[in-house]
């Protein structure tokens, strides 16, 4: 029997195997400024906030760069992919979107993924998951949240 033949994964996840009420907690990741520079970079941001430690440091109340919002938010939607995995057909829409808390350089991250509420599609393959996000530093604060619909697979 070769290696792949005795390998077995488990199934993706689906719709049907999400409930209401579940909290989904993903991975945690660690924002480097490699994340910062190329980030700013493949955006074109130019804020002295984000690329201009000196600025930064002296003339912002953060005491140095800090992560753009978008940042985050394409970090946390990684952490989304690793929760509910290839079934998801697409993404539907977010709102409420809201940074809270600043994310710097050396900040650890995760997601925290509420099922809010689940929707049968009219197309039986298929339903809907409308879902809270919060993404929460090391320290335990909400550094960004938002709400978001994604159309599943079943």
């Given amino acids: 029997m070769s290696d792949a033949a005795a390998r077995i994964l488990p199934p993706a996840p689906g719709f ?6 579940e909290v989904h907690v993903s991975y945690g990741r660690t924002v480097t400024e490699t994340h910062l520079v190329n980030f700013t970079a493949l955006a074109g941001l130019q804020l ?46 977010m709102d409420g979107l809201r940074f809270r808390a600043p994310v710097r350089i050396g900040d650890t991250l995760h997601a925290e993924v509420t099922v809010q509420a689940k929707k049968p599609s009219k197309d039986p393959g298929r339903g809907v998951l409308e879902l809270k996000i919060q993404v929460i530093n090391q320290h335990a604060q909400v ?8 159309l599943m697979g079943r």
């Avoid at 800090?66 to 509910?84: R, Y």
């Avoid at 550094?143 to 978001?148: D, L, T, V």
């Fill in 16 to 21: 049907d195997d999400f409930q209401v009420g």
């Fill in 48 to 93: 002295p906030l984000f690329i201009d430690r000196d600025h930064a440091s002296k003339q912002t109340a953060f005491g140095g760069p800090i992560a753009p919002g978008f940042l985050t938010a394409s970090l946390s939607a990684g952490m989304l992919e690793s929760i509910l995995g290839p079934r998801t057909l697409a993404g539907l829409g």
């Fill in 143 to 150: 550094a960004m949240e938002y709400q978001a619909a994604v």
